[in-house]
């Protein structure tokens, strides 16, 4: 095969990159359903906001909180708003309550709550009041004893701090005036929460007189408690927080554009939900949508002669919902393309070095049979010739022998090649039968090495000598055996078959194999000594590799004390 080696690498960047392709554009059709899916969840969870928001108004105005003709509102109702109405995960929201004649009575905003004893808490608006600075003061103080308080009960001896507020109240909300902390000792701990006392320590965040506006007729209260938990950005349970992150919520455009928007929007005289869709209603990049609606009861019945229309804005981004929540998918794809990439390349490496090793084998198998023949092909064409010739009748007799001799080797060869190719396909069949390996050896070591030759053999037996195999092709395995074993073994050695434990070796005498060779010599058409290949066609060993095989048989070559010994195990 040509082109260049491939290695496990090679084919594992080039799957890789193959599947990583794919993922990639399944998981983007998958990302795109899902922000599809993502879209109408959050249009119905901005429809079930504005709903809810509506409603609130309503059972508030038709409870007296409110008043048809008020263009203020109590403390319960503006608690409702500050606290943000149902927007769904990922979803901005913001509301706003506007007047018949226009104007905004109640919005949303950066609301700070502030708890007054058994009397309803009213609110500061940190963005008119503050400056970065002062929020930075205050925010930052109130953070930082939220995140200790997430460790646990505080040790007895632990210091503590309390937010404290002076300022005149204007209706619901608070114009601050002094806001400072006051530090209490732990005194003691129960299960319930834990007891103090103050240690009369006082910190100063915020301290000025209000600017551009009157106090006059204003109730001035003092020592009033900051909840930390109201304030925009904060809401995140249990996970520790930072200013940034109270920063980034309360500097977020959405929110700024869409506090805007409601404030701006139009009031309506009739009982019907109107929404106003920012952009195409089917993007899934951002989808924003303004609605507008009057206050209704609980079975959303417009209250009558409500001077108010309820809007909410809201604002969220599908894809990028889609995509948080898909990560995990993400990740898992990757691992599964990772795992999947490295075991298809490993096979296919294994695919690629098994087809080298048949292509090796079929340049042998060229190389091997292209030299088996050419002799034989010589001879039949020399003999062929002097046959044309007017030979002597004896002369012509040998030179017919000589070319039924070559046709037999040829014929030989040819049949070693197509018995070993059948091995390899698995076309031959099992025939198994108890059978003695002792026996079975006796009568092949005796036909394959005569008393003639010279060499002394002997057969080595346990006892435990039967086997159940296929005796025809074991005899060839074993014939392979022999016939190497003869070969090789020099005049006056030795060859012994040795059958113990459930192991049969073929043992002989002679000059030791190399290391390097001995694991190639079951390879076909390989001959360990290149100086002696008149004396074989290279099939014989791959012959009974394929026989053992196909029992399922362990085999192998190694160099004994004497000379080369090949086994097979044929018992457990």
């Not at 960047?13 to 899902?34: E, N, Q």
């Not at 200013?243 to 700024?256: F, G, T």
Request: proline share 3%; with cysteine.
């Amino acid at each position: 095969m040509k082109g260049k080696h491939k290695t496990f690498w090679g084919f594992f960047w080039r799957v890789f990159a193959g599947f990583l392709a794919f993922c990639v554009a399944a998981m983007a059709g998958f990302t795109y359903l899902a922000a599809q899916r993502q879209r109408e969840m959050d249009i119905s969870s901005m429809l079930i906001g504005a709903n809810e928001a509506a409603r609130s108004v309503g059972n508030a105005q038709r409870s007296g909180e409110i008043h048809a003709d008020d263009e203020r509102f109590s403390d319960t109702l503006q608690s409702l708003l500050a606290r943000k109405y149902y927007a769904g995960v990922d979803i901005k929201a913001e509301l706003a309550l506007i007047h018949k004649n226009g104007t905004p009575v109640m919005a949303t905003g950066n609301y700070w709550r502030v708890s007054r004893s058994y009397q309803n808490d009213c609110f500061i608006d940190l963005d008119r009041w503050l400056t970065e600075e002062e929020q930075r003061a205050v925010v930052g103080f109130m953070i930082d004893e939220r995140n200790k308080s997430l460790q646990g009960m505080p040790q007895v001896g632990d210091i503590r701090y309390d937010m404290v507020i002076d300022g005149w109240l204007d209706d619901v909300f608070m114009i601050p005036r002094k806001i400072y902390t006051r530090a209490f000792r732990v005194e003691k701990v129960h299960e319930t929460g834990y007891s103090a006392s103050g240690t009369g320590e006082e910190k100063v965040l915020f301290d000025r007189a209000p600017e551009g506006v009157s106090t006059e007729g204003l109730t001035y209260q003092e020592k009033l408690f900051g909840d930390s938990e109201i304030l925009a950005g904060l809401s995140a349970g249990r996970k520790k927080i930072s200013y940034d992150n109270y920063a980034a919520r309360r500097d977020d455009a959405d929110r700024q554009a869409l506090r805007k928007k409601v404030q701006e929007a139009k009031p309506i005289a009739k009982n019907e939900m109107i929404y106003q869709p920012e952009g195409e209603l089917e993007s899934i990049w951002k989808l924003q949508m303004i609605y507008r609606r009057l206050p209704v009861d609980a079975f959303g019945s417009a209250v009558q002669e409500s001077p108010y229309t309820v809007v909410y804005g809201a604002v969220s981004y599908p894809l990028k919902t889609a995509v948080k929540q898909l990560a995990p998918v993400y990740g898992l794809c990757f691992v599964m393309v990772l795992v999947l990439s490295a075991l298809l390349a490993w096979r296919l490496n294994r695919v690629w070095k098994k087809q080298e090793k048949l292509e090796q084998v079929r340049r042998d198998t060229t190389n091997a049979l292209a030299h088996e023949l050419k002799t034989p092909l010589a001879v039949l064409s020399a003999s062929a010739e002097l046959l044309q010739s007017d030979l002597a009748a004896d002369k012509r007799t040998h030179y017919l022998s000589v070319i039924q001799e070559q046709a037999a080797r040829m014929d030989g060869s040819v049949k070693k090649m197509l018995d070993l190719s059948r091995l390899e396909a698995g076309a031959e069949q099992l025939r198994r039968e108890p059978l003695s390996l002792a026996a079975l050896a006796e009568d092949m070591l005796y036909a394959a090495a005569p008393l003639t030759e010279g060499m002394e053999t002997r057969v080595v037996s346990d006892g435990a000598d039967e086997a159940l195999a296929d005796r025809a092709l074991l005899t060839r395995a074993l014939d392979s055996l022999l016939g190497n074993a003869v070969r090789f073994t020099p005049v006056g050695g030795r060859i012994t078959v040795r059958i113990e434990n459930g192991v049969c070796a073929v043992e002989n005498t002679g000059e030791p194999i190399g290391e390097d060779i001995l694991p190639r010599l079951w390879i076909a058409y390989y001959q360990g000594d290149p100086a002696r290949t008149d004396e074989g066609t290279g099939l014989g060993l791959a012959i009974a590799r394929a026989v053992f095989e196909l029992h399922g048989y362990p085999f192998g070559a190694e160099n004994g004390a004497d000379g080369p010994r090949f086994w097979f195990r044929f018992g457990k």
